[in-house]
């Protein structure tokens, strides 16, 4: 049986899930981590699971003659050059999301893969959750027929550490990312305008940032369809992760998962427990799922699931909306690069 | 136009649901209402329905040339009494549930309406409702195969009066008949044997005359499914009425009405509004169509929708429900009238 | 006991529901009904009603020195010179939604009725539904905080027919205005800014008249809420009506009304039955409670639920939602007016 | 850090489960596996799970020195001799429901492990799902007072083969087995008497052996509650595994699970998803912690969650259930024993 040898670039908190689920599958070995504050801790990490290599010079992967595979899970400003190196160095990438913050780099990056002829996949989840691949799968199958209004709903339970806002890159290319990249996966179509409409609700740390905390934006898609994403940093109920997509036979909706399905009736009221309470409970298969599927892809020369092209295409949503609620106006993606020359104040 | 003429015998509360409910039909005229309390109160009611005789004696109404139709609204044991005269008297008859106490006497009352040629329809108003509708629909249609286990669940939202409790008939026969009626309804077959269990969870008060406040009944039913029914006087979260009938190619499954849809998410909990309190709330529209259905009936000549006959089958299993209670056996509905006769214990 | 003498004027769909509603109230009559096209049929459905003139000449109902109040149940160009008329007559006045399509024309109309002392009470009959009160309830009493972000989906189940498309003033004056009311009654604050993306994705008719079939519009609040309303013409499987409100300690979510709460489960799938077809089905209580609100602010001198302010505000959001449509930009809602006068091509 | 080395018995589709289960916990380690059809087959299993004794004979696990703990996975018929083997030997049992169809040979079994000192867990695996342990905190926690009414419904997708169904113990002791438990475990209190009514309505086979298909079991608690199981061998929708506990101060009800949210709707229906097919899909986790308790409790010296005694309560029940059902009478559980000697028919 051949094994897939892995090695993973950064081992906070996804790393680490992601090494857990690899090693759930009897085809893959990890043979190696690197971390910039490797220490005692990571090793012991590494020892109950059988890692050999523990350092905090990724070069050390990249260039395993064993190694296989990347997963690329340190932070956003490091991706395009591990990208480069790995592919240069013939390995199969896993690499989170976004690849970066400036297009242009992230389209090199990309480049070079497909020159190097190695695979990459990016780490956009929630195409691999339960429900929304059902709703993809309708669409898909013409259970609804032609689309014509996108709805997606994504909102965290928890605004993140002031530390983290100032590096986030901002809500749009930090968090509504996934759904600019799930409005593409269940549509079947390319977004083609964005009008972002972005407040200050929650937290004055965002404000001081040049951020947004909660925000409505208006998609134009090829095939027609017209679609609205709306985030919030603070969902007090809990992760809410709903999707619909409306068409001219009907509609497809999901909405969220919860950790029983017990009501309790009452004097007072009827009650449930809230949603599962962030990604790491509600996409806890899709992560299964998408590191056997890059796995499979690799072992069986299939195409990755989620491809660097998918990965560009979220890029330049995210960039328009970005530019979009600066500018007060709609922006056409295919207009964001130049539009982001042009102006130095964004 | 033909109108239908009516006169009302008793004049407390579901007496007067049916008189408003009878004048939203344009066919209908309400002629008189006799009550034995009647007073200025009334006649004020009256006046304002434009309702001209308003009387002690119910013999005035059975009598009135001018009147078609009779209203039972009056206490129990009034019903098989007034049923013969009105019978006798060649008016039709809407009577409320249970016809008596005495399965012998509401046999006589049948038999005479029978005799007479005139139409008896019985009170059964959740037959009406659009849920239980849509069960006997699916149900009839053959929408779930052949019906294995029918399962009716039917709890008040607060325990009655002691007052009435020693009057009621006791759980079976005051409360469970509508589900006896709703058991034979939904499954269009009848009930040939019941096994009873109750027991006194709620007011001693019910131990005190002979009743329980609590109890699950099981049925076996001719056409070979089985079914259960459980009842409790008091459901602290409102009137929860609901009903199931699983078959060889499915099931159909109905649940509470609720006053609205809204879901509310907080830090603690999901909740929604209790389901609609109590039967005035939940049964609203399916009064006002079992009298439109009753009018329906006499001016069309049609069958009426719950019979004579429909009401003696809820009485028997009703009976043999309370012999089984008593007994602490199955019964049979068969030997129910033969066992009480030599049962002077129950 | 006090009663209110009604004129009805226009006696097409709406007008005889009004009309049948309010007869179900003993404090109103209606003695008169005018229509452009009153005959035959028209005096029998009001000599069923005991409806004592009928007439094509609505000044007959103006003048008429019993009446208190008219309906103007009239087409929308007819509207305002009509509150006028009314007004300076002294009659309270029920209007139908949008009181005209041009907002200087709407506010001579509101300046007039004010002037004159009268009441004026706009149709915006989902203001009375059971869901969209509750959620405004919800709102109102803090139950979820601040407002972040409000969302509308109202979706018809069929197109209307292309004479209508002609007259109908467009999707955001026709149809939206609803949910432009509707966003300002359970946000409770005013919308500022619009911004709206429509297309035609069900008939080319809509194209041919100017008009979209599918719309998503953003909306800005005074009180920093954002706000998102998806429109369209035809949803298939019925009359799509849900309400959304999130906010900083929760949201309130209100879903469609069905005919029954029956599932049923088969081999193939668990199916219920689709949502209350159209507005007649799923708004039928709330239109009886506009008017019983009405005839109670009347007789007991309150205010009217919906006002005319209620209609110029709902009215100047869809002149600004049909200018951002055209212009491909948002529209505050105050400039739309000003535009409008610059923009000869809108 | 210690480890339990574990031998399983009985290498069928669920000591399989158990096993993969097993190795999830970096506490555990297979030494062995027994089956009486041992061969190549297993022994590849084996070697992908590094688990090194493949064997035929049950004894060398037993007599295994290394081993700490014993999953007993075999057939009904030898559980009994096993538990009583592995008692002797002194090592921890993990034994799959019921322990054996003769409840004096279960007393024997279960009296040997206390002698002997080691523990001694039920697969009772619902107990451990998500929804049932819900229902158990809520009653518990006293979030609905003292609980009047339980019901259980519990239904296969699909009878068993007719092989199957000879062995099975019926339905009693095969099936509803687990309700009973279940009905303990939610209650909180003891079953004192139950009344089975049953029926063959899917597959004649099961008369042919002495059994039903179809049955619905009324309870009485120790502490005054009623409750009701139904089964099917045939749900064509899929598995059905609801509970329900209402009480003095409102009730908890759990649905079924399914494979997703979504929502289909259409011009003919509203449409979701059938529920997780079967066993496995549904109780996946439940299985996965019931065997994490069981190392647990080893580990740390805790009772185990499911005890033998919880086993003989079960079956008792189960024996009272199948009384009932053949003398058509209620039997109470502790005079079932004594019943069954009696009677020779049964």
Redesign the interface.
Known sequence: MKKIRIGIIGAGRIGKIHADNLLRS?QVDILAVSDLFAGPELEAWAA?RNIGLVTKDSNELIHHPDIDAIFICSSTDTHVPLIQQAARAGKHIFCEKPISMDISKTEEAVAEVKQAGVKLQIGFNRRFD??F???QE?VESG??G?P??I?I?S?DPNPPHEDYIKVSGGIFMDMMIHDFDMARFVSGSEVEEV?A???V??NPAFAEHGDVD???V?L?FAN?????I?N?R?????Y?QRVEV?G??????????H????????????????PLHFFLERYQAAYIEETQMFIDAILNDKCVPVSGEDGIQAERIALAAKLSSRL???VKVSEALELLKQSSAV
């Open positions: 009897s109950t339960h429900n691949k059902r709703v309708v259970g609804i032609d014509h209004i709805k709903t909102r009008y409409a972005g407040n609700l929650i909660t925000a409505v208006t134009r027609g369809a017209l679609g609205v709306d919030s603070q969902a007090v109920y809990g809410d409306f001219s036979k009907g509609s497809v909706t999901v909405s969220n998962d950790p029983n399905t017990a009501v309790i009736a009452t004097a007072d009221a009827i009650t449930s427990d809230k007060g106006r709609p």
